[in-house]
């Protein structure tokens, strides 16, 4: 008996939770973005240029985040504001275009926010910021929806030192790589660890040096090839 009172309780709790969730999402249009984590974790986008990135010179990335709404459906426009808050203290060196306002149109129930990031102009560092709803805008036209659902984090780095670097070439630095990957046109795992190749890219720096300025590495000095 105690047990079959412990399961109609359980049962009770989860049909309250359930119309308590129904109720307060049924109240007015809602918007939250897409999360699929279940731990209600808050859902990260990662943007990695890379050394392939370079040598393609690709120096901007087009992606896209799920919106999706929830609630009473729309009866007529609204606008959906958005704001960029920056975790990073160096986030100015990062350059992103994003619409900071859409009009959702009745009969849409989600929508991908499209967005452009720029390639950082460091390197080995991670630039993060949340994006999030304004709802303190006057023109939002939106009541939050879950909470684990109102900001995305965005991540975003160049990683141009290649996973595989060996040291024959010298000590690494992102100048030296640079200018292996403009006169080889590969990537390093796609340079042979040769004698020749070192030969070559050495003799390519000293006719460079001719009729231009030192290439430094992080530390201020002019790169060497062995």
Request: aromatic share 16%; glycine share 8%.
């Amino acid at each position: 008996m105690e047990k079959f009172l412990i399961g109609v309780c359980y049962l009770c709790l989860c049909f309250s939770c359930q119309q308590n969730e129904i109720e307060v999402y049924a109240e007015s249009p809602r918007i939250g973005f897409e999360n699929t984590s279940t731990l209600g974790f808050i859902p990260e986008r990662y943007i990695t240029f890379t050394d392939e990135d370079y040598l393609a010179q690709v120096t901007e990335k087009i992606d896209s985040v799920k919106i999706e709404l929830m609630g009473m459906a729309l009866e007529e426009p609204r606008i959906c504001c958005l704001k960029k808050v920056n975790e990073s203290t160096e986030i100015s060196f990062l350059q992103i275009d994003f619409p900071d306002r859409v009009t959702v149109e009745p009969g849409i129930y989600s929508f991908y926010l499209p967005f452009k990031v720029f390639r950082p102009e460091h390197t080995g560092m991670e630039y993060s910021f949340l994006l999030e709803f304004d709802t303190e805008h006057p023109e939002h036209g939106f009541d939050p929806g879950k909470i684990e659902c109102g900001k995305v984090r965005f991540i975003v780095a160049f990683n141009l030192k290649p996973a595989g670097w060996n040291n024959y070439f010298g000590t690494y630095s992102d100048g030296k790589y640079r200018f292996m990957l403009d006169f080889f046109g590969g990537v390093y795992s796609s340079i042979g660890n040769t004698s020749e190749n070192r030969r070559m890219v050495r003799e390519a720096y000293a006719e460079y040096r001719l009729t231009h300025s030192a290439i430094l590495d992080e530390d201020g000095n002019e790169i060497i090839f062995p």
